[in-house]
């Protein structure tokens, strides 16, 4: 019993930074229940139990320790984390790592950051709103409104959630600057389709993964993370939706 006790601990701590990792890059609830069920089943605890939501882990292992619990407060999308840690999970599952090599190796991708530079995440959301001009049958000669409202729209709403951490807000003003870069375009003869340019500009803001995950969740049972996601996804619309509606209403 002495010997299963930190052994117990050591597998818990493992499977709840798994969880949590997976949880915060924009893992399916399902995915992230799975994956900390299979990494204690290859530990030798084949009974563990987890209960996922979006805003928090439950993890338990039956009839040996209480049940844990940890608070997921920010999430993101960086689903090249979630594969490092599945590919953890794997490597478990075979023998490959032990569990303290594996604790290890999921402390070093927590720690790292995968993302891209901001300038190149307003660039390629600037030649995304552009592209998505063009498959809505847009103009060419809106590409370049439509590249500048979007680009200038992303860099509001990176740096005004910087600083109110409410991304309501954020996606709110972003819309809103969107909507008056893209009036501002038409009113001087640049632009010629006002509805283009907005819904080509808007689409980087547009929660796709959030709402994928939402119905993958709802189908898969999680009804919970699955409404959840769902009504976070509909406030991420209706903001964008909002400020788009305030210039309209405006002009």
Known sequence: MENKFPQSIEVI?????????????????????????????????????????????????????????????????????????????????????TSQQALIRLKEIQSADFTFPIYQQIIAASIASGCFLLMFLGQWADFIPALIAGGVGFTCFVYVHRILKVKFFSEFIASFVIGAIAFLFVSLGIGQELDKIIIGSVMPLVPGLLITNAVRDLMAGHLISGLSKGAEAFLTAFAIGTGVAVIIAFF
């Open 13 to 97: 701590e493992l499977c709840l930074l798994a969880g949590k990792i997976m949880l915060q890059c924009g893992a399916e609830t399902y995915r992230v229940e799975d994956t900390m069920i299979r990494i204690a089943a290859s530990l030798g605890i084949p009974e563990s139990h987890s209960y996922v939501t979006p805003t928090g882990i439950i993890f338990s292992i039956d009839g040996t320790e209480p049940a844990k619990f940890i608070r997921i407060s920010e999430r993101t999308t960086d689903l090249y984390k979630v594969t490092l840690v599945n590919g953890v999970s794997r490597k478990i599952s075979s023998g490959e790592l």
